[in-house]
């Protein structure tokens, strides 16, 4: 059943067009595009830009420490665009969104105090804090909007910084401010529908995805028992043909029709036990004069919760050892302590075995005769 519902689900084509076999509904992450190679190669570009702004530029006089300041801080700034950038988690983890805040604004800071004050380098300030909006507008993206404006406040305190302690002009250092402003305003706005437009198409591809799966399974369970109305059709449409005729049996046929007859009683009560090694020893255990019944006691919609692998192995290996007398094989419902049972009785000495589920989460099974062989 469960290779037929395989088999289905990739099989099934996606609504869409596109064959998606196997794949479940997209993370935010990836709705919003975070992990295409696309939006690494806009954020690289923003720091080529920034590097070639600074190339074109008339070339400054510069301290070996102004010097070493921009390059750490453009390292820096680098690195925090590089950070908001990483993964596909929505929301972006606390912890980065920190570290792309307070290292973005530490790099910022230091690549505009190396800037000397002067008419001529009013577009030097503005470019490290346009690499740092961007950012700032990926944390909006994100999910992290109230880290992003944290940012822009200590934007704004280092505009303030830079008039009161390093002699910039109000006009040099206000319009960097207000340019952040103006890019995170529409990034702010546009998440605060885009996101939740996301989300419900997030549910819309669940249930898609539930429904796909739901009309897997159906078509499995109608694959399935039409496979074996087919089998039972060969194996019950001889006999009734021969009835209806009035020809006799030999002990051969009649040995086989109680075997299909057991079949089909254990598709019905024993439904958990049919798997083909159970139904070969069965049938070879019948045919020595074993009786056989395999019961299964769970509900429906609780099969499964147990691997029915060790189960099966061990009633199989009880049935061919049985040489007389009977084989009773149960699955038990759920919340009991034991998960199946299998008693053996050849006329004389009946013996009982459960299994159960030990602390390791392993089956284990044990002898639960009460004391010595019943005789």
């Not at 080529?48 to 190339?55: G, Q």
């Not at 606390?94 to 380098?121: K, Q």
């Not at 507008?137 to 944290?150: D, E, N, P, Q, T």
């Given at each position: 059943?469960?290779q037929?519902v395989?088999a289905?689900?990739?099989?099934?084509?996606h609504?869409s067009?596109?064959?998606r076999?196997g794949?479940g509904?997209?993370t935010?992450?990836?709705m919003?595009?975070?992990g295409r190679?696309?939006l690494?190669v806009?954020?690289?570009?923003?720091?080529?830009?920034?590097?070639?702004v600074?190339?074109?530029?008339?070339?400054?006089?510069?301290?070996?420490a102004q010097?070493?300041?921009?390059v750490?801080?453009?390292?820096?700034?680098?690195a925090s665009l590089?950070?908001?950038?990483?993964g596909?988690?929505d929301?972006l983890?606390r912890?980065a969104?920190i570290?792309v805040v307070c290292?973005?604004?530490?790099s910022?800071?230091v690549v505009?105090?190396s800037i000397?004050v002067?008419?001529?380098n009013w577009v030097?300030?503005?470019?490290p804090m346009?690499?740092?909006?961007?950012?700032?507008c990926?944390?909006i993206v994100?999910?992290r909007?109230r880290w992003?404006?944290?940012g822009?406040?200590?934007v704004?305190?280092l505009?303030?910084?830079?008039?009161?302690?390093?002699?910039w002009?109000p006009?040099?250092?206000v319009?960097?401010?207000l340019r952040?402003l103006?890019?995170?305003?529409?990034?702010?706005?546009m998440?605060?529908y885009?996101r939740?437009?996301?989300?419900?198409?997030r549910?819309?591809?669940?249930?898609?995805?539930?429904?796909?799966?739901?009309?897997a399974?159906h078509e499995a369970t109608l694959?399935?028992?039409?496979?074996?109305l087919?089998?039972?059709n060969?194996?019950?449409r001889?006999f009734l043909?021969r009835?209806s005729?009035?020809d006799?049996?030999?002990?051969?046929?009649?040995m086989?029709a109680?075997?299909?007859e057991a079949?089909l009683?254990d598709e019905?009560?024993?439904?958990?036990w049919?798997?083909?090694p159970?139904?070969?020893?069965?049938?070879?255990?019948?045919?020595?004069?074993?009786?056989v019944?395999?019961f299964?006691?769970?509900?429906v919609?609780?099969r499964?919760?147990?691997?029915?692998?060790?189960?099966h192995?061990?009633?199989?290996a009880?049935l061919?050892r049985?040489r007389?007398?009977?084989v009773?094989?149960?699955?038990l419902?759920?919340g009991?302590?034991?998960v199946?049972s299998?008693g053996?009785s050849d006329?004389?000495?009946?013996?009982?075995r459960?299994?159960?589920?030990?602390?390791?989460g392993?089956?284990?099974?044990r002898?639960d005769?009460?004391?010595?062989?019943?005789?």
């Amino acid at each position: 059943m469960a290779q037929a519902v395989t088999a289905t689900v990739r099989r099934a084509p996606h609504p869409s067009g596109d064959a998606r076999p196997g794949r479940g509904p997209e993370t935010m992450g990836e709705m919003l595009g975070l992990g295409r190679p696309g939006l690494r190669v806009a954020v690289g570009a923003v720091m080529v830009a920034y590097v070639v702004v600074e190339l074109f530029l008339p070339r400054l006089d510069l301290s070996f420490a102004q010097l070493t300041a921009m390059v750490v801080g453009s390292i820096g700034l680098a690195a925090s665009l590089c950070l908001a950038t990483c993964g596909v988690d929505d929301p972006l983890s606390r912890p980065a969104a920190i570290v792309v805040v307070c290292l973005g604004a530490a790099s910022g800071a230091v690549v505009w105090w190396s800037i000397p004050v002067g008419p001529a380098n009013w577009v030097r300030p503005s470019a490290p804090m346009i690499a740092y909006a961007v950012a700032m507008c990926l944390l909006i993206v994100r999910g992290r909007a109230r880290w992003a404006w944290l940012g822009f406040v200590l934007v704004i305190g280092l505009s303030w910084v830079a008039v009161a302690a390093w002699g910039w002009r109000p006009g040099t250092a206000v319009p960097v401010a207000l340019r952040m402003l103006a890019a995170m305003v529409p990034a702010s706005l546009m998440m605060l529908y885009v996101r939740p437009l996301l989300a419900f198409a997030r549910v819309l591809d669940r249930r898609e995805v539930a429904a796909v799966q739901a009309s897997a399974a159906h078509e499995a369970t109608l694959i399935q028992r039409r496979a074996q109305l087919d089998a039972l059709n060969e194996e019950v449409r001889p006999f009734l043909e021969r009835l209806s005729v009035g020809d006799g049996f030999s002990p051969g046929e009649v040995m086989r029709a109680r075997l299909v007859e057991a079949e089909l009683r254990d598709e019905v009560r024993g439904r958990g036990w049919m798997s083909q090694p159970v139904r070969d020893a069965a049938a070879a255990a019948r045919e020595r004069g074993v009786d056989v019944r395999l019961f299964d006691d769970r509900r429906v919609d609780a099969r499964g919760g147990v691997a029915d692998g060790p189960l099966h192995a061990e009633l199989v290996a009880v049935l061919t050892r049985a040489r007389r007398g009977g084989v009773t094989a149960r699955l038990l419902p759920a919340g009991r302590d034991v998960v199946a049972s299998i008693g053996e009785s050849d006329g004389t000495r009946t013996r009982r075995r459960v299994c159960a589920v030990s602390t390791a989460g392993e089956l284990a099974w044990r002898d639960d005769t009460g004391g010595a062989p019943s005789d």
